[in-house]
Structures are given as structure tokens and as C-alpha cells.
């Protein structure tokens, strides 16, 4: 079993920046590729990025590209989600996501899922 707890939410205004992270305990960490996704109000969860074990591949989606960057450090076992220039359709409950193997952008081939942290963006 991996844990995962988010932290760093919040309310931002337009154009400003969150660091979330989360915090893994329970295995293993550096064995397993983590990602983050996001779900809205009334929409489908979402991919917003996954790195993996050794944060040496990195995935996006295109509607965070350049503006949001994922890291990790083993050594803490976290894994980060800078987000910069945010928009207002980037409010959403942001949640980590774990699973053995390497980095995928689709929800259900992860094993392990935090609690998410709420993240709103006021224009």
C-alpha cells in the first residue's frame, strides 16, 4: 500500500502561482511513476501531468504545458506541482496518483490515489 496526501491549495488570483505537493509513505516511493489530475464541478477528472521514477520522463497536458512543471524528490518521497500564470479554469480539486512502473496519462491504470486539495483561481 502507498499513502498519499496532498497539501499547498488554495485561493489564487489570475496569473499567480501554487506549489502543491504530496507526500507518499508506506512503500517504496522511488518505485513508483506519480501523476497529478484534476476535476472540476461538473466534469470529468482530468491529467495534468506524470513524472517518472527518476523524473527522467515527463508528460503534460496540453492545457498546463508552460505554464505548470512536475518534480519529485526520492529522497522526501514528494512529488511537486508547480503551477504558474494560473487561470481561472484551472479551479479544481488537484489529486496525486501512484502506481508501479512508468508514468501514464490515463486515471484508471493508476493504483494509488490521495484525498486531492482544492485549488480555486478567482478572476
Known amino acids: 500500500q502507498v499513502q498519499l496526501v496532498e497539501s499547498g491549495g488554495g485561493l489564487v488570483q489570475v496569473g499567480g502561482s501554487l506549489r502543491l505537493s504530496c507526500a507518499a509513505s508506506?512503500?517504496?516511493?522511488?518505485?513508483?511513476?506519480t501523476g497529478w489530475f484534476r476535476q472540476a464541478p461538473g466534469k470529468e477528472r482530468e491529467f495534468v501531468a506524470a513524472i517518472s521514477t527518476s523524473g527522467g520522463t515527463r508528460y503534460y497536458a496540453d492545457s498546463v504545458k508552460g505554464r505548470f512543471t512536475i518534480s519529485r524528490d526520492n529522497a522526501k518521497n514528494t512529488v511537486y506541482l508547480q503551477m504558474n500564470i494560473l487561470k481561472p479554469e484551472d479551479t479544481a480539486v488537484y489529486s496525486c496518483?501512484?502506481?508501479?512502473?512508468?508514468?501514464?496519462?490515463?486515471?484508471?491504470?493508476?493504483?494509488?490515489w490521495g484525498q486531492g486539495t482544492q485549488v480555486t483561481i478567482s478572476s
Open positions: 496518483t501512484a502506481r508501479l512502473g512508468g508514468p501514464r496519462r490515463v486515471a484508471n491504470e493508476y493504483d494509488y
Open positions: 508506506g512503500r517504496t516511493f522511488s518505485d513508483y511513476a
